[in-house]
T-cell receptor
Framework: DAEITQSPRHKITETGRQVTLACHQT?????MFWYRQDLGHGLRLIHY???????NKGEVSDGYSVSRSNTEDLPLTLESAASSQTSVYFC???????????FGEGSRLTVL | GIQVEQSPPDLILQEGANSTLRCNFS?????LQWFHQNPWGQLINLFY???GTKQNGRLSATTVATERYSLLYISSSQTTDSGVYFC??????????FGQGTTLQVKP
């Protein structure tokens, strides 16, 4: 079955370190998204991509970057992790713009 | 921007009870979906329902796009139904909008 997977599922890092969260989907979806979820804020969009080499900023993109070199993967990089980036991160994909959305299982990141 | 209001924000049920969750949008949205976030944090697709009515076991959903709302019905609730229920929709620019969720607790 097609799926969307995230890794690592849990990570603890230190302030200032670079961190990359991986997202891989096997649906051949063009559209991929990264969200963070925090208590009191719901799900907020970080970055998104509508296809290979396309990336766009979401509402909370500061301190994050993404790259899309193929259809299957959209890694999320924190260049210099900050404690404010402690959160649960969800990757998602859809076949069409604003089409049915499918989420990965989430990555819990703790920045000490 | 488009606002999404979900009601009620919190709900406690006894096992076996029925419930209705509501999602109101301030403007027209496309591609309305309902998700369940279980206690382990997983976001599970329940319904992709831009309009009309769908049923899946004990759950059903109805979207009235012209009146900008959607309803999620849970019948004969079970403890495994506990968690947070989110509705989402997309604006004409494709941006997804999430509601703040309804937290459901089903007691045995």
């Amino acid at each position: 079955d097609a799926e969307i997977t995230q890794s690592p599922r849990h990570k603890i890092t230190e302030t200032g370190r670079q961190v990359t969260l991986a997202c891989h989907q096997t649906w051949n979806h063009n559209n991929m998204f990264w969200y963070r979820q925090d208590l009191g804020h719901g799900l907020r969009l970080i970055h998104y991509s509508y296809g290979v080499h396309d990336t766009n900023k979401g509402e909370v993109s500061d301190g994050y970057s993404v790259s899309r070199s193929n259809t299957e993967d959209l890694p999320l990089t924190l260049e210099s992790a900050a404690s404010s980036q402690t959160s649960v991160y969800f990757c998602a994909s859809s076949a069409s713009v604003a089409g049915e959305l499918f989420f990965g299982e989430g990555s819990r990141l703790t920045v000490l | 921007g488009i606002q999404v209001e979900q009601s009620p924000p919190d709900l406690i049920l006894q096992e076996g009870a029925n419930s209705t969750l509501r999602c109101n949008f301030s403007d027209s949205v496309n591609n309305l979906q309902w998700f369940h976030q279980n206690p382990w944090g997983q976001l599970i697709n329940l319904f992709y329902i831009p309009s009309g009515t769908k049923q899946n076991g004990r759950l059903s959903a109805t979207t009235v796009a012209t009146e900008r709302y959607s309803l999620l019905y849970i019948s004969s609730s079970q403890t495994t139904d506990s968690g947070v229920y989110f509705c989402t929709g997309s604006s004409n620019t494709g941006k997804l909008i999430f509601g703040q969720g309804t937290t459901l607790q089903v007691k045995p």
